[in-house]
């Protein structure tokens, strides 16, 4: 049994074609009409995948008032190529989690897990918006063994009022699985602009004096962005802040 609090309309739908594996889905089947509706208020759409066959299995209509009826919704490389350039390694370390999970979920032979976190994609009219995915990942033994994956996905360009943040959870916790918020967008972290400069300048080497130096700010002040810095990401030292975001690509 499928335990999804904050998108009920997912259950019946992989309940129903699952043990089918997610194939010969009928678009005129109440469940799937349901989800679609749920789908459409919220300008939203799921794709299914199989991770272990790195195959994407189905994808519901509102894929193409994203990114147009020419494009198709099985080709998986549709989010690289979309994607904004200074997103693009982030994109890739978020995608080599997603397989590493999916994949350790098979080894496992049990389990389900959740990763979610926001890129920036060029839609239909070639504009950048905010798009957040959220998979939630188990392993099914029917109709074979494998990882799936339904993904959600979600413009939420007018909710990350900030540039210079990101969100990223990769857990067991169900509660992050759910249409988003403000108060679920940030977590992982979320920078001001001047916190994300003294990030940059840490992370080149430069101790407070030339970070106050380059920003012509006082080193007091810069040791205050420092010691915010911490309390907010929950980190014991900036050198742990600036490795924890290279591996995510955040600089």
């Given at each position: 049994?499928?335990n999804?609090p904050?998108?009920k309309?997912?259950v019946?739908f992989i309940e129903s074609?699952?043990p ?7 678009p005129?089947?109440?469940v799937?009409?349901?989800?679609e509706e ?14 272990i ?8 209509k509102?894929?193409?008032d994203?990114?147009g009826p020419g494009?198709d919704p099985?080709?998986?490389?549709v ?11 982030r994109?890739s370390?978020a ?8 994949t ?5 032979k ?6 979610s976190?926001?890129i920036?994609i060029?839609?239909v ?11 939630y990942?188990?392993?099914s033994?029917?109709?074979?063994p ?7 996905l979600?413009d ?8 210079y943040?990101?969100?990223?959870y990769?857990?067991n ?6 249409f988003?918020?403000?108060?679920l ?9 001047r916190?994300f ?6 992370s080149?080497?430069?101790d407070?004096m030339k970070?106050?130096e380059?920003l ?8 205050t962005?420092?010691r915010n810095?911490l309390?907010k ?11 924890e975001?290279?591996e995510?690509?955040i600089?």
């Open positions: 049994m499928h999804l904050g998108y309309y997912l019946p074609y699952l089918a594996g997610f194939t010969g889905i009928d005129n089947d109440q799937v009409q349901k989800m749920e789908l459409g208020m919220d300008k939203q759409f799921i794709y299914v995948a199989d991770v066959q790195l195959k994407i299995l189905f994808t519901s509102c894929f193409q994203f990114f494009v099985g080709d998986a490389s989010y690289i190529s979309a994607a904004h350039p200074d997103d693009l390694q994109h370390i995608r080599n989690k997603y397989l590493r999970i999916g350790d979920l098979f080894i496992e049990k389990g389900e897990a959740f990763i976190t926001n920036r060029k839609n009219d070639g504009i950048y918006i905010n798009l957040l995915f959220q998979a990942l188990f392993f033994e029917i109709p074979y494998s990882t799936f994956a339904i993904m959600v979600t939420v360009t007018k909710l990350m009022k900030s540039r943040g990101y969100h990223f990769m857990g916790d169900h509660a992050y699985f759910r988003p918020d403000d108060k967008l940030k977590t992982g972290n979320v920078f001001s602009k916190e400069e003294i990030i940059k300048l840490i080149c080497g430069h407070s970070i106050a380059a012509f700010l006082s080193k007091h002040t810069v040791n962005h420092r810095l309390k990401t929950g980190k014991a030292t900036t050198y742990e802040l600036v490795m975001l290279k995510r690509g600089i």
